[in-house]
């Protein structure tokens, strides 16, 4: 069962450094979302690909946040200066837009839990 | 967030006894997921709604969307200590992603 896949599963990192996260979504699907989760809250958009093109980002996503998505396969998320607010749970999606009904339920990967010292 | 309001926040229930909670929204949906997550892992999709009046089931869970697509019910029926984690509602208002309630948090004791 090829899910949605993430990497690494946990960072811990100092503050000011950059991190990278990977997300590899299922196959077929277009679509790419990044959310990131705190403690004790729901997942918060964060952006989203349809194929290799960016369409939306939240303005959560500080300038210090790029997300990537080059070949319209797997995608990229990199946070430059962490800062100890970074600190959350990222979390992937993907779905499939234009397929019939139903099928554009986001599924999601286990999420790349991040702590910022 | 304000938009998707969910309840209650935490849930203690024996094992056997039936359960519900509650997802409203301050704006008509498009479509209503319901997702479960164990803690520190990713969101385990259960069922998705779009129809006003519409109702699914899986297994031992029934989820409801209201007439007029602004409330939904998540129903366990004879919980199991399989059913315990964090239960969240996510909301499509037509704009490309979700919004999420802050979750239910469900403890099944023996």
């Known amino acids: 069962d090829t899910g949605v896949s993430q990497d690494p599963r946990h960072k811990i990192t100092k503050r000011g450094q950059n991190v990278t996260f990977r997300c590899d979504p299922i196959?077929?699907?277009?679509?790419l979302y990044w959310y990131r989760q705190t403690l004790g809250q729901g997942p918060e958009f964060l952006t989203y690909?349809?194929?290799?093109?960016?369409?939306?980002k939240s303005r959560l996503l500080s300038d210090r946040f790029s997300a990537e998505r080059p070949k319209g396969s797997f995608s990229t998320l990199e946070i430059q200066r962490t800062e100890q607010g970074d600190s959350a749970m990222y979390l992937c999606?993907?779905?499939?837009?234009?397929?019939?009904?139903?099928?554009?339920?986001?599924?999601f990967g286990p999420g790349t839990r991040l702590l910022v010292l | 967030s304000q938009e998707l309001e969910q309840s209650p926040q935490s849930l203690i229930v024996q094992e056997g006894k039936n359960l519900t909670i509650n997802c409203t929204s301050s704006?008509?949906?498009?479509?209503l997921y319901w997702y479960k997550q164990k803690y520190g892992e990713g969101l385990i999709f259960l069922m998705m709604?779009?129809?006003?009046?519409e109702e699914k089931s899986h297994e031992k869970i029934t989820a409801k969307l209201d007439e007029k697509k602004q409330q939904s019910s998540l129903h366990i029926t004879a919980s199991q200590p399989s059913h315990a984690g964090i239960y969240l509602c996510g909301a499509d208002f037509g704009n490309e992603k979700l919004t999420f309630g802050t979750g239910t948090r469900l403890t099944i004791i023996p």
């Open positions: 196959s077929e699907h277009n679509r």
């Open positions: 690909f349809q194929n290799e093109a960016q369409l939306e």
């Open positions: 709604l779009q129809k006003g009046g």
């Open positions: 704006k008509t949906l498009y479509g």
């Open positions: 999606a993907s779905s499939l837009e234009g397929g019939a009904t139903g099928q554009e339920t986001q599924y």
